[in-house]
């Protein structure tokens, strides 16, 4: 459902397409960003410590969150005509083959400048057990419409 900037409100939500996991994704993750870390390949590697950290396996590249995040946010706002303007994230847990995760957002605020209007959205993501594995902050500008000449 497209949404104009008057019609949003604080408080309003919303979602991205659910992801699902898989030792396949997260190799095809590493072929397209070229980052081949054991973290996300070796399982024997994953088995160690990482001084008080044992992640048990392998874990898919958080940057896979931040493309989850950032489909979710153009999706909705291309649109009503808005553009995708910052996402800042952080990492809270591993997700791991199996896991099933989810973007979210809700509306934090609106506000109109001279130039242009902008809304601020409470980014997340979480994972089949409800559990946030990612955590941020999204920008999203939503143009003035200029008169024609």
Not at 25 to 42: E, G, K, M, T, V
Not at 113 to 121: C, D
Not at 125 to 149: L, R, S
Request: proline letters at 5%; a positive charge; aromatic letters at 8%.
């Amino acid at each position: 459902m497209t949404v104009s900037f008057d019609q949003l409100k604080a408080g309003d939500g919303i979602e991205g397409p659910k992801f699902a996991v898989s030792r396949e994704s997260i190799r095809l993750f590493c072929d397209a960003s070229l980052d081949y870390n054991p973290l996300h390949l070796d399982e024997g590697y994953m088995k160690g410590n990482f001084g008080k950290t044992n992640f048990g396996g392998i874990i898919m590249h958080g940057m896979n969150n931040f493309g989850l995040l950032t489909r979710m946010l153009t999706d909705w706002a291309k649109p009503p005509g808005a553009i995708h303007r910052r996402l800042e994230t952080r990492w809270l847990k591993p997700v791991r083959p199996g896991d099933t995760i989810q973007p979210t957002g809700i509306i934090k605020s609106k506000q109109v400048t001279a130039k242009s209007r902008w809304v601020l959205i409470d980014v997340m993501v979480k994972n089949q057990n409800g559990e946030q594995v990612a955590v941020g902050e999204a920008m999203v500008e939503f143009p003035v419409a200029t008169a024609a000449a």
